[in-house]
């Protein structure tokens, strides 16, 4: 069965459904932007809690790019369990963060236990945007 959104057979993509990944975030990897980013400001909701940093000048990154990581420990669950939450909050990062989020800015998202891979996806979008609105004062 094809998805309503999947391009019929033999045409092209007219570029109207969002990409797998936006291409103004930026994933983190490294533990040093972990680290920094649990030093800053964090603002917990029900289904995840969001820590965010504004970079400094003279970092390696980009300077408008928005930069990203995701985290879900071993209370959420097992691999399985985990994996769940973190695809979530990657979705839910792809579509809040690049109309909410503010460039030059580290956020990370952690999953919590039994509420990131159950809640409704709805919610988890509120809960991000709730979040944002929180840490940047708006």
Request: proline share 6%; glycine share 10%; aromatic share 4%.
């Amino acid at each position: 069965m094809t998805p309503p959104e999947a391009p019929e057979i033999g045409e092209a993509s007219q570029g109207n459904t969002p990409p797998a990944v936006s291409v103004c975030l930026e994933v983190l990897k490294t533990r040093a932007d972990f680290l920094s980013a649990a030093r800053a400001k964090r603002q917990g909701t029900k289904g995840m809690m969001v820590q965010a940093r504004k970079r400094r000048e003279g970092e390696r990154a980009d300077p408008q790019a928005i930069r990203v990581g995701f985290t879900c420990s071993k209370k959420v669950g097992n691999a399985v369990a985990r994996n769940r939450a973190k695809r979530r909050l990657r979705e839910v990062a792809r579509a809040i963060l690049p109309s909410h989020g503010k460039p030059g800015w580290d956020y990370v998202l952690i999953g919590r236990a039994g509420d990131t891979a159950t809640r409704d996806f709805e919610a988890l979008l509120g809960d991000l945007r709730y979040a944002l609105k929180k840490l940047h004062g708006t």
